[in-house]
């Protein structure tokens, strides 16, 4: 990735969520480094055999803030939560995600890779958040298993002075998600019902107190966020949100090219206007969500307006 892309990226999270005319922050790019420890030699059992297939789901979460939590000790696990700890499966936990980025509570879903072994590492680079969603939640199954998984929930990137943490690293202990019953890694599935809360399982068959394995949180770099207002350029977006036809309209200049972003940051369309100063895109053919413009005008100067397909 080109540094001027980085750059565009970082931008177009500060700009995601907000729908202020002005809005300036800063932007943190973080990489979390997940490293397992989890082994028949760290969790030996003399009767519970440690699976021949022993490995981890895609680590997976959310950047957001307190307005939301997404898993908590002492509390139910959520459909997503348990459809993660039980199954590794993260369609209905990227739901909920979604659900709160429309609502204004998290700015970014992290996809982070699977580890098809019980030891090896997981890195995931790109984390980029404002000081308005600092709090970081990640989860992963503990594969096969009956519902065991491991998490962080609601880590703040940011200290008691409120700056960016430069490094945060949490040891990880096995979780019981309280939705089934098994005893062993192999159990079948036997539904807990009434639903338990979330517990620690620490020390707990077939786990010893020794930690499951560690996450490292690294603070990459910082940038300062930009303003989304141009008294000389003002461009506009509408009908916004939408479900078929936007408008994109700048006042004193032309549109050269428009990139197309999803909340994951990825670019999925790419228009060129020829140098129009209006210019209507189909968004029919795109799922319903948040997505981000960046607008390049004849000058080369860069816009970035936020979207909501209906």
């Known amino acids: 990735m080109s540094i001027m892309i980085k750059n565009i990226f970082l931008t177009l999270i500060l700009l995601c969520f907000s729908i202020s005319v002005l809005s300036q922050s800063s932007i943190a790019n973080y990489t979390v480094t997940f490293t397992s420890n989890w082994s028949e030699v760290t969790h030996p059992h003399p009767i519970n055999n440690f699976p021949s297939n022993a490995h981890w789901s895609k680590l997976v979460g ?9 898993l908590e000790m002492g509390q139910n696990a959520s459909p997503g939560i348990e459809d993660v700890a039980e199954l590794g499966s993260n369609t209905v936990f990227f739901s909920e995600i979604t659900t709160a980025i429309n609502a204004g509570f998290s700015n970014q879903l992290i996809d982070g890779d699977d580890l098809p072994s019980s030891l090896g590492t997981i890195v995931i680079n790109d984390i980029i958040t404002t000081e308005e969603f600092p709090l970081l939640t990640l989860v992963s199954m503990i594969a096969p298993s009956p519902d065991w998984l491991i ?6 990137l940011l200290d ?3 700056d ?7 040891d990880l202990f096995p979780y019981d998600a309280g939705t089934d019953s098994g ?8 539904n807990t019902n009434p639903q338990d809360p979330i517990t620690s399982v620490q020390g707990v068959s077939p786990f010893s107190s020794e930690k499951m394995g560690s996450i490292t949180i690294t603070l990459v770099d910082v940038v300062l966020g930009i303003n989304d207002f ?4 003002i461009i506009t977006v509408f009908p916004n949100p939408c479900n078929e036809i936007i408008t994109v309209s700048l006042s004193n200049s032309e549109i050269k090219t428009i990139h197309i972003y999803n909340i994951l940051g990825e670019k999925i369309n790419t228009i060129q206007s020829n140098n129009k100063s209006q210019i209507e895109i189909n968004i029919s053919d795109l799922k319903s969500g948040i997505y981000l413009l960046s607008i390049i005008d004849s000058t080369n100067r860069i816009t970035l307006k936020k979207i909501v397909k209906l």
Do not use: K, L, P, R
């Open 62 to 70: 959310a950047t957001h803030n307190e307005n939301v939590v997404f």
């Open 151 to 156: 998490a962080i929930n609601s880590i703040s």
């Open 160 to 162: 008691t002075n409120g």
């Open 164 to 170: 960016w943490e430069n490094e945060i690293t949490i």
């Open 183 to 190: 005893t062993d890694y192999t159990s079948s599935n036997n």
């Open 230 to 233: 141009n008294t000389e350029n």
